[in-house]
Protein backbone atom coordinates (compact mmCIF):
# COMPACT_ATOMS: atom_id res chain seq x y z
CA UNK A 1 0.00 0.00 0.00
CA UNK A 2 1.07 3.38 -0.58
CA UNK A 3 1.99 6.30 1.70
CA UNK A 4 -0.75 8.57 2.21
CA UNK A 5 -4.29 9.11 3.86
CA UNK A 6 -6.20 6.29 4.72
CA UNK A 7 -10.03 5.15 4.72
CA UNK A 8 -11.42 1.57 6.01
CA UNK A 9 -13.95 1.99 3.09
CA UNK A 10 -14.95 3.61 0.32
CA UNK A 11 -15.96 7.10 0.63
CA UNK A 12 -19.44 8.66 -0.04
CA UNK A 13 -18.40 10.90 -3.45
CA UNK A 14 -21.79 12.04 -4.33
CA UNK A 15 -20.88 15.87 -3.10
CA UNK A 16 -17.79 15.94 -4.84
CA UNK A 17 -19.39 15.11 -8.52
CA UNK A 18 -22.59 16.42 -7.44
CA UNK A 19 -21.68 19.57 -5.93
CA UNK A 20 -24.16 22.03 -5.38
CA UNK A 21 -21.41 25.18 -5.25
CA UNK A 22 -18.03 25.60 -6.44
CA UNK A 23 -15.26 27.86 -5.37
CA UNK A 24 -11.83 28.20 -8.03
CA UNK A 25 -8.91 29.47 -5.57
CA UNK A 26 -6.38 30.81 -7.48
CA UNK A 27 -8.97 31.93 -10.12
CA UNK A 28 -7.50 34.70 -12.78
CA UNK A 29 -7.81 36.69 -15.18
CA UNK A 30 -5.14 36.39 -17.07
CA UNK A 31 -5.69 33.71 -19.97
CA UNK A 32 -2.58 32.46 -19.79
CA UNK A 33 -2.65 31.15 -16.26
CA UNK A 34 -4.39 27.77 -15.61
CA UNK A 35 -6.42 29.52 -13.16
CA UNK A 36 -8.30 31.54 -15.69
CA UNK A 37 -8.55 28.61 -17.87
CA UNK A 38 -10.31 26.22 -14.96
CA UNK A 39 -12.55 29.23 -14.12
CA UNK A 40 -13.21 29.62 -17.81
CA UNK A 41 -14.00 25.77 -18.22
CA UNK A 42 -16.24 25.42 -15.33
CA UNK A 43 -18.50 28.68 -17.14
CA UNK A 44 -18.47 27.54 -20.50
CA UNK A 45 -19.42 23.80 -19.33
CA UNK A 46 -23.02 25.66 -18.17
CA UNK A 47 -22.50 24.55 -14.34
CA UNK A 48 -25.25 26.08 -12.92
CA UNK A 49 -24.69 26.16 -8.95
CA UNK A 50 -22.15 29.50 -7.65
CA UNK A 51 -19.07 29.75 -8.61
CA UNK A 52 -16.76 31.70 -6.48
CA UNK A 53 -13.76 32.71 -8.04
CA UNK A 54 -11.05 33.44 -5.21
CA UNK A 55 -8.07 36.05 -5.57
CA UNK A 56 -6.95 38.61 -3.46
CA UNK A 57 -6.08 41.18 -6.08
CA UNK A 58 -9.34 41.09 -8.23
CA UNK A 59 -12.67 42.31 -7.53
CA UNK A 60 -14.40 40.37 -10.74
CA UNK A 61 -12.79 37.98 -12.69
CA UNK A 62 -14.80 36.57 -15.67
CA UNK A 63 -17.60 38.50 -14.88
CA UNK A 64 -18.10 37.25 -11.68
CA UNK A 65 -17.64 38.74 -8.40
CA UNK A 66 -14.28 37.52 -6.76
CA UNK A 67 -13.36 37.42 -2.92
CA UNK A 68 -10.11 37.33 -1.09
CA UNK A 69 -10.75 34.53 0.66
CA UNK A 70 -12.97 31.58 1.03
CA UNK A 71 -14.00 32.64 4.57
CA UNK A 72 -15.18 35.91 2.78
CA UNK A 73 -17.42 34.46 0.49
CA UNK A 74 -20.13 33.66 3.43
CA UNK A 75 -21.96 30.73 1.34
CA UNK A 76 -21.90 27.47 2.01
CA UNK A 77 -19.23 25.84 -0.59
CA UNK A 78 -19.74 22.00 -1.52
CA UNK A 79 -16.07 21.73 -3.29
CA UNK A 80 -12.84 23.52 -4.03
CA UNK A 81 -10.67 23.59 -6.91
CA UNK A 82 -7.00 24.62 -5.92
CA UNK A 83 -4.24 26.61 -8.30
CA UNK A 84 -2.18 28.11 -6.28
CA UNK A 85 1.68 27.43 -5.66
CA UNK A 86 2.08 24.19 -3.65
CA UNK A 87 3.26 26.00 0.24
CA UNK A 88 -0.27 27.75 0.32
CA UNK A 89 -2.62 24.28 0.06
CA UNK A 90 -2.53 23.36 3.32
CA UNK A 91 -3.68 26.66 4.32
CA UNK A 92 -6.25 26.34 2.22
CA UNK A 93 -7.22 23.59 2.97
CA UNK A 94 -7.66 23.97 6.90
CA UNK A 95 -9.55 27.16 6.02
CA UNK A 96 -12.24 24.96 3.64
CA UNK A 97 -12.20 22.61 6.32
CA UNK A 98 -13.30 25.65 9.17
CA UNK A 99 -15.75 26.27 6.55
CA UNK A 100 -17.28 22.90 6.27
CA UNK A 101 -16.43 22.16 2.23
CA UNK A 102 -16.63 18.17 1.90
CA UNK A 103 -14.06 18.18 -0.88
CA UNK A 104 -11.20 20.09 -3.16
CA UNK A 105 -9.30 19.26 -6.49
CA UNK A 106 -6.14 20.22 -5.71
CA UNK A 107 -4.43 20.78 -8.66
CA UNK A 108 -1.27 22.39 -7.77
CA UNK A 109 2.13 20.37 -8.15
CA UNK A 110 5.56 20.47 -5.90
CA UNK A 111 4.50 17.66 -3.70
CA UNK A 112 5.49 14.08 -3.00
CA UNK A 113 6.30 14.09 -6.81
CA UNK A 114 9.64 15.87 -6.26
CA UNK A 115 10.60 15.00 -3.19
CA UNK A 116 8.39 17.24 -1.18
CA UNK A 117 7.03 14.81 1.35
CA UNK A 118 6.53 17.27 4.60
CA UNK A 119 4.69 19.65 2.95
CA UNK A 120 1.65 16.67 0.78
CA UNK A 121 1.46 15.57 4.44
CA UNK A 122 0.90 18.96 6.26
CA UNK A 123 -1.80 18.75 3.74
CA UNK A 124 -3.12 15.58 4.51
CA UNK A 125 -3.40 16.51 8.32
CA UNK A 126 -5.12 19.85 7.44
CA UNK A 127 -7.81 17.75 5.32
CA UNK A 128 -8.15 15.25 7.89
CA UNK A 129 -8.76 17.46 10.38
CA UNK A 130 -11.19 19.21 8.24
CA UNK A 131 -12.99 16.71 7.13
CA UNK A 132 -11.76 17.82 3.33
CA UNK A 133 -11.61 14.54 1.00
CA UNK A 134 -8.93 15.41 -1.66
CA UNK A 135 -8.47 14.43 -5.27
CA UNK A 136 -4.36 15.22 -6.18
CA UNK A 137 -2.34 16.80 -6.10
CA UNK A 138 -0.55 17.60 -8.58
CA UNK A 139 -3.65 16.15 -11.12
CA UNK A 140 -5.60 17.41 -13.87
CA UNK A 141 -8.56 17.75 -11.84
CA UNK A 142 -12.09 16.38 -12.37
CA UNK A 143 -15.17 16.27 -15.34
CA UNK A 144 -18.54 15.22 -14.44
CA UNK A 145 -20.90 16.25 -17.27
CA UNK A 146 -23.92 15.08 -15.73
CA UNK A 147 -23.38 17.81 -13.18
CA UNK A 148 -21.92 19.96 -16.05
CA UNK A 149 -18.67 19.95 -13.60
CA UNK A 150 -15.67 20.67 -15.39
CA UNK A 151 -12.57 21.56 -13.08
CA UNK A 152 -10.22 20.18 -15.73
CA UNK A 153 -8.69 20.46 -19.48
CA UNK A 154 -9.81 20.63 -21.97
CA UNK A 155 -13.24 21.49 -21.57
CA UNK A 156 -15.38 18.47 -22.67
CA UNK A 157 -19.31 18.70 -22.67
CA UNK A 158 -20.63 15.55 -24.02
CA UNK A 159 -22.29 13.07 -22.05
CA UNK A 160 -21.74 9.37 -22.56
CA UNK A 161 -21.61 6.09 -20.99
CA UNK A 162 -17.56 5.97 -20.43
CA UNK A 163 -16.06 7.17 -17.22
CA UNK A 164 -12.22 7.51 -17.58
CA UNK A 165 -9.85 7.36 -13.93
CA UNK A 166 -6.00 7.90 -14.93
CA UNK A 167 -2.88 8.81 -12.88
CA UNK A 168 -1.61 10.45 -16.13
CA UNK A 169 -3.89 13.46 -16.41
CA UNK A 170 -2.87 13.69 -20.20
CA UNK A 171 -3.58 10.19 -20.86
CA UNK A 172 -7.20 11.00 -18.83
CA UNK A 173 -7.04 13.89 -21.17
CA UNK A 174 -6.21 12.55 -24.47
CA UNK A 175 -8.76 9.58 -24.17
CA UNK A 176 -11.58 12.31 -22.81
CA UNK A 177 -11.03 14.78 -25.79
CA UNK A 178 -11.00 11.55 -28.16
CA UNK A 179 -14.38 10.66 -26.75
CA UNK A 180 -15.48 13.85 -27.55
CA UNK A 181 -14.86 13.93 -30.93
CA UNK A 182 -16.13 10.66 -31.92
CA UNK A 183 -19.16 11.49 -30.28
CA UNK A 184 -19.30 9.26 -27.63
CA UNK A 185 -18.80 11.48 -24.82
CA UNK A 186 -18.25 10.74 -21.04
CA UNK A 187 -19.64 9.69 -17.84
CA UNK A 188 -16.77 11.21 -16.31
CA UNK A 189 -13.10 12.05 -15.81
CA UNK A 190 -10.61 11.51 -13.14
CA UNK A 191 -6.97 12.67 -13.40
CA UNK A 192 -5.70 11.22 -9.69
CA UNK A 193 -2.32 12.60 -9.37
CA UNK A 194 -0.53 11.78 -6.35
CA UNK A 195 -3.57 10.43 -4.58
CA UNK A 196 -3.08 11.23 -1.28
CA UNK A 197 -6.31 10.65 -0.07
CA UNK A 198 -9.34 9.65 -2.68
CA UNK A 199 -8.10 6.66 -4.99
CA UNK A 200 -8.60 4.72 -7.78
CA UNK A 201 -10.95 2.07 -5.79
CA UNK A 202 -13.17 5.05 -3.98
CA UNK A 203 -13.75 6.11 -7.91
CA UNK A 204 -14.22 2.70 -9.42
CA UNK A 205 -17.05 2.34 -6.31
CA UNK A 206 -18.60 5.67 -7.45
CA UNK A 207 -18.73 5.16 -11.05
CA UNK A 208 -19.70 1.53 -10.47
CA UNK A 209 -23.37 2.57 -8.61
CA UNK A 210 -23.13 6.05 -11.23
CA UNK A 211 -26.79 5.82 -13.43
CA UNK A 212 -24.79 7.87 -16.20
CA UNK A 213 -21.51 5.00 -16.12
CA UNK A 214 -21.80 1.98 -18.30
CA UNK A 215 -17.60 0.93 -18.75
CA UNK A 216 -15.14 2.22 -16.31
CA UNK A 217 -11.39 2.51 -18.11
CA UNK A 218 -8.81 3.20 -15.26
CA UNK A 219 -5.19 3.76 -16.16
CA UNK A 220 -3.18 2.68 -13.11
CA UNK A 221 0.98 2.82 -12.26
CA UNK A 222 0.17 1.01 -8.73
CA UNK A 223 -2.84 0.53 -6.75
CA UNK A 224 -2.72 2.71 -3.93
CA UNK A 225 -4.97 0.22 -0.47
CA UNK A 226 -4.59 -3.66 -2.36
CA UNK A 227 -7.47 -5.02 0.40
CA UNK A 228 -10.13 -1.93 -0.10
CA UNK A 229 -8.89 -2.58 -4.17
CA UNK A 230 -10.34 -6.19 -3.90
CA UNK A 231 -13.00 -5.30 -2.11
CA UNK A 232 -14.49 -2.86 -4.24
CA UNK A 233 -13.63 -5.13 -7.50
CA UNK A 234 -15.51 -7.83 -5.96
CA UNK A 235 -18.59 -5.38 -5.76
CA UNK A 236 -18.46 -3.73 -8.95
CA UNK A 237 -16.99 -6.33 -11.23
CA UNK A 238 -20.23 -7.86 -10.90
CA UNK A 239 -22.22 -5.15 -11.85
CA UNK A 240 -20.56 -3.37 -14.90
CA UNK A 241 -17.35 -3.90 -16.94
CA UNK A 242 -13.77 -2.45 -15.42
CA UNK A 243 -10.74 -2.12 -18.09
CA UNK A 244 -7.52 -1.69 -16.84
CA UNK A 245 -4.19 -0.77 -18.29
CA UNK A 246 -1.13 -0.63 -15.97
CA UNK A 247 2.04 1.77 -16.32
CA UNK A 248 5.28 -0.18 -15.06
CA UNK A 249 4.93 -3.51 -16.12
CA UNK A 250 8.57 -3.86 -16.76
CA UNK A 251 11.77 -2.53 -14.40
CA UNK A 252 12.59 0.02 -16.10
CA UNK A 253 8.44 1.37 -16.50
CA UNK A 254 8.34 0.72 -12.74
CA UNK A 255 11.48 2.92 -12.13
CA UNK A 256 9.57 5.95 -14.06
CA UNK A 257 6.21 5.52 -12.27
CA UNK A 258 8.28 5.53 -9.07
CA UNK A 259 9.88 8.99 -10.45
CA UNK A 260 6.71 10.39 -12.09
CA UNK A 261 3.42 9.69 -9.04
CA UNK A 262 5.98 8.47 -6.74
CA UNK A 263 3.40 5.24 -7.08
CA UNK A 264 4.71 1.96 -6.35
CA UNK A 265 4.06 0.10 -9.17
CA UNK A 266 4.74 -3.36 -7.90
CA UNK A 267 5.07 -6.98 -9.79
CA UNK A 268 2.63 -7.48 -12.67
CA UNK A 269 1.94 -10.52 -12.06
CA UNK A 270 0.34 -9.83 -8.69
CA UNK A 271 -1.40 -6.90 -10.06
CA UNK A 272 -2.78 -9.12 -13.18
CA UNK A 273 -3.64 -11.68 -10.62
CA UNK A 274 -5.64 -9.37 -8.67
CA UNK A 275 -7.81 -8.30 -11.79
CA UNK A 276 -8.40 -11.57 -13.00
CA UNK A 277 -10.07 -12.26 -9.23
CA UNK A 278 -12.25 -9.50 -9.27
CA UNK A 279 -13.34 -9.49 -12.98
CA UNK A 280 -11.33 -6.77 -14.18
CA UNK A 281 -10.16 -6.68 -18.00
CA UNK A 282 -6.45 -6.47 -18.46
CA UNK A 283 -5.47 -4.26 -21.78
CA UNK A 284 -1.87 -3.50 -23.22
CA UNK A 285 -2.23 -0.32 -24.30
CA UNK A 286 -3.71 3.07 -24.18
CA UNK A 287 -5.47 2.59 -28.01
CA UNK A 288 -6.72 -0.90 -26.79
CA UNK A 289 -7.98 0.56 -22.88
CA UNK A 290 -10.40 3.40 -24.41
CA UNK A 291 -11.50 0.96 -27.94
CA UNK A 292 -12.38 -2.00 -25.03
CA UNK A 293 -14.39 0.26 -23.03
CA UNK A 294 -15.91 2.14 -25.35
CA UNK A 295 -17.50 -1.04 -26.99
CA UNK A 296 -18.35 -1.89 -23.89
CA UNK A 297 -19.84 1.44 -23.06
CA UNK A 298 -22.58 0.73 -26.50
CA UNK A 299 -23.06 -2.79 -26.08
CA UNK A 300 -23.16 -5.49 -23.06
CA UNK A 301 -20.84 -8.49 -22.59
CA UNK A 302 -22.83 -11.44 -23.72
CA UNK A 303 -21.82 -15.41 -24.02
CA UNK A 304 -20.28 -16.43 -27.24
CA UNK A 305 -17.62 -16.25 -29.78
CA UNK A 306 -18.79 -16.66 -33.01
CA UNK A 307 -18.39 -13.62 -35.73
CA UNK A 308 -19.64 -12.53 -38.84
CA UNK A 309 -17.59 -10.12 -40.85
CA UNK A 310 -19.54 -8.35 -43.73
CA UNK A 311 -17.33 -6.02 -45.76
CA UNK A 312 -16.55 -4.27 -48.69
CA UNK A 313 -13.44 -4.32 -48.46
CA UNK A 314 -11.78 -8.15 -49.11
CA UNK A 315 -8.32 -7.34 -47.72
CA UNK A 316 -10.01 -5.90 -44.46
CA UNK A 317 -11.98 -8.40 -44.26
CA UNK A 318 -8.92 -10.46 -44.32
CA UNK A 319 -6.85 -8.68 -41.45
CA UNK A 320 -10.12 -8.82 -39.36
CA UNK A 321 -10.30 -12.68 -40.00
CA UNK A 322 -6.36 -12.85 -38.90
CA UNK A 323 -6.81 -10.79 -35.62
CA UNK A 324 -10.47 -12.60 -34.67
CA UNK A 325 -8.72 -16.03 -34.78
CA UNK A 326 -5.94 -14.59 -33.10
CA UNK A 327 -8.11 -13.93 -30.32
CA UNK A 328 -10.10 -17.33 -29.80
CA UNK A 329 -13.39 -16.28 -31.47
CA UNK A 330 -14.49 -18.42 -34.35
CA UNK A 331 -15.15 -17.13 -37.67
CA UNK A 332 -16.57 -20.24 -38.84
CA UNK A 333 -18.16 -20.90 -42.57
CA UNK A 334 -21.44 -20.51 -43.53
CA UNK A 335 -24.07 -23.00 -43.64
CA UNK A 336 -25.50 -24.27 -46.96
CA UNK A 337 -28.99 -22.95 -45.79
CA UNK A 338 -26.96 -19.56 -45.25
CA UNK A 339 -24.99 -19.63 -48.12
CA UNK A 340 -28.10 -20.43 -50.32
CA UNK A 341 -30.14 -17.33 -49.13
CA UNK A 342 -27.20 -15.37 -49.59
CA UNK A 343 -27.00 -15.87 -52.90
CA UNK A 344 -30.86 -15.37 -53.42
CA UNK A 345 -30.27 -11.69 -51.76
CA UNK A 346 -27.18 -10.52 -53.01
CA UNK A 347 -25.93 -9.77 -56.42
CA UNK A 348 -23.79 -12.66 -57.91
CA UNK A 349 -20.19 -10.76 -58.23
CA UNK A 350 -20.70 -10.95 -54.34
CA UNK A 351 -18.09 -13.61 -53.01
CA UNK A 352 -20.20 -15.24 -49.94
CA UNK A 353 -18.81 -17.04 -47.07
CA UNK A 354 -17.17 -15.83 -43.82
CA UNK A 355 -15.62 -12.87 -44.35
CA UNK A 356 -18.52 -11.90 -46.85
CA UNK A 357 -17.60 -9.85 -49.39
CA UNK A 358 -19.95 -7.48 -50.54
CA UNK A 359 -17.00 -5.83 -52.77
CA UNK A 360 -15.96 -2.62 -53.69
CA UNK A 361 -19.67 -0.96 -55.28
CA UNK A 362 -21.51 -2.18 -52.02
CA UNK A 363 -24.41 0.74 -50.92
CA UNK A 364 -24.97 0.53 -47.39
CA UNK A 365 -28.29 -1.02 -47.72
CA UNK A 366 -27.00 -4.38 -49.03
CA UNK A 367 -25.35 -4.76 -45.19
CA UNK A 368 -28.54 -4.72 -44.18
CA UNK A 369 -30.09 -7.18 -46.28
CA UNK A 370 -27.19 -9.04 -46.07
CA UNK A 371 -27.41 -9.03 -42.18
CA UNK A 372 -31.22 -9.59 -42.27
CA UNK A 373 -30.57 -13.00 -44.42
CA UNK A 374 -28.19 -14.28 -41.80
CA UNK A 375 -30.09 -13.46 -38.92
CA UNK A 376 -32.61 -16.36 -40.60
CA UNK A 377 -30.34 -18.90 -41.82
CA UNK A 378 -27.43 -18.77 -39.10
CA UNK A 379 -28.63 -18.33 -35.74
CA UNK A 380 -25.61 -19.65 -34.29
CA UNK A 381 -23.71 -15.99 -35.08
CA UNK A 382 -23.00 -14.00 -31.69
CA UNK A 383 -21.72 -10.69 -33.17
CA UNK A 384 -21.42 -8.84 -36.98
CA UNK A 385 -18.36 -7.04 -37.24
CA UNK A 386 -19.34 -4.70 -40.32
CA UNK A 387 -16.37 -2.85 -42.11
CA UNK A 388 -17.51 -0.33 -44.50
CA UNK A 389 -14.61 0.47 -46.89
CA UNK A 390 -14.25 3.47 -49.47
CA UNK A 391 -16.66 6.36 -48.79
CA UNK A 392 -20.84 4.73 -48.42
CA UNK A 393 -22.79 7.07 -47.33
CA UNK A 394 -26.03 6.09 -45.33
CA UNK A 395 -24.24 3.39 -43.26
CA UNK A 396 -25.56 4.68 -39.72
CA UNK A 397 -29.11 4.15 -41.07
CA UNK A 398 -28.51 0.73 -42.19
CA UNK A 399 -27.02 0.04 -38.98
CA UNK A 400 -29.86 1.44 -36.87
CA UNK A 401 -31.87 -0.55 -38.67
CA UNK A 402 -29.93 -4.02 -38.25
CA UNK A 403 -29.61 -3.03 -34.45
CA UNK A 404 -33.65 -2.87 -34.13
CA UNK A 405 -34.08 -6.05 -36.30
CA UNK A 406 -31.23 -8.33 -34.91
CA UNK A 407 -30.73 -9.12 -31.60
CA UNK A 408 -27.29 -9.10 -31.51
CA UNK A 409 -23.82 -6.78 -31.21
CA UNK A 410 -22.74 -4.43 -33.69
CA UNK A 411 -18.98 -3.50 -34.26
CA UNK A 412 -18.04 -1.85 -36.70
CA UNK A 413 -14.96 -0.54 -39.20
CA UNK A 414 -14.98 2.37 -41.36
CA UNK A 415 -11.87 3.14 -43.42
CA UNK A 416 -10.63 5.00 -46.37
CA UNK A 417 -13.67 6.75 -46.86
CA UNK A 418 -12.48 10.23 -46.68
CA UNK A 419 -15.15 13.05 -45.61
CA UNK A 420 -18.17 10.70 -45.67
CA UNK A 421 -15.85 8.75 -42.95
CA UNK A 422 -16.14 11.69 -40.86
CA UNK A 423 -19.51 12.02 -40.85
CA UNK A 424 -20.73 8.56 -40.51
CA UNK A 425 -17.77 7.30 -38.07
CA UNK A 426 -19.00 10.17 -35.63
CA UNK A 427 -22.88 9.71 -36.39
CA UNK A 428 -22.50 5.72 -35.83
CA UNK A 429 -20.75 5.91 -32.14
CA UNK A 430 -23.12 8.48 -31.18
CA UNK A 431 -25.90 6.00 -32.06
CA UNK A 432 -24.05 3.59 -29.82
CA UNK A 433 -22.22 1.24 -32.44
CA UNK A 434 -18.85 1.22 -31.50
CA UNK A 435 -16.70 2.31 -34.68
CA UNK A 436 -13.33 2.39 -34.86
CA UNK A 437 -11.19 3.17 -37.99
CA UNK A 438 -9.01 0.05 -38.76
CA UNK A 439 -10.51 -3.72 -38.76
CA UNK A 440 -7.78 -4.85 -35.89
CA UNK A 441 -9.28 -2.59 -33.31
CA UNK A 442 -12.63 -3.56 -34.37
CA UNK A 443 -11.38 -7.08 -33.85
CA UNK A 444 -10.30 -6.47 -30.87
CA UNK A 445 -13.27 -4.53 -28.88
CA UNK A 446 -15.44 -7.16 -30.40
CA UNK A 447 -13.24 -9.87 -28.85
CA UNK A 448 -14.41 -7.33 -25.59
CA UNK A 449 -17.78 -7.80 -26.00
CA UNK A 450 -17.87 -12.05 -26.39
CA UNK A 451 -17.08 -13.60 -23.08
CA UNK A 452 -16.40 -17.02 -25.21
CA UNK A 453 -18.74 -18.87 -22.75
CA UNK A 454 -22.70 -19.87 -23.59
CA UNK A 455 -25.05 -20.25 -21.01
Known amino acids: MEAGKTSDKPRDLDLLFNARSVAVVGASANPEKLGYEILNNLINMGYS ?11 EILGLKAY ?21 APGVIEEAGKLGVKNAVVISGGFREIGNDELE ?41 LALICQSGTIAAALGDRADKEGIGIAGLVALGNRCDIDESDLIEFFGADPNTDAIAVYLEGIRDGEKFMEVGKRVGKLKPV ?48 DCA ?97 PIPRA ?10 VDRPLVACYIGGGEVEEVEFKKMNSLKIPTFPTPERAARAARSILTGRKE
Open 396 to 405: TENCREIKAA
Open 294 to 390: KALSAEKKRPGKRVQVLTSSGGSGIVAVDILEELGLDVAPLSEAGRKRLAETLPSHCVIGNPLDLTGDTPAERYQEAVLALAETEPGIDLYLLIFGD
Open 49 to 59: GPIYPINPKAD
Open 243 to 290: LVLKGGRTERGRKAAESHTKSIAGRGEIFDAALRKVGFEKVESIDELY
Open 68 to 88: PSLSDVGQPIDLIGVIVPGKF
Open 121 to 161: AAMVAAAEAGGVGIIGPNCQGINYPANKLCLSWPLIKRKGG
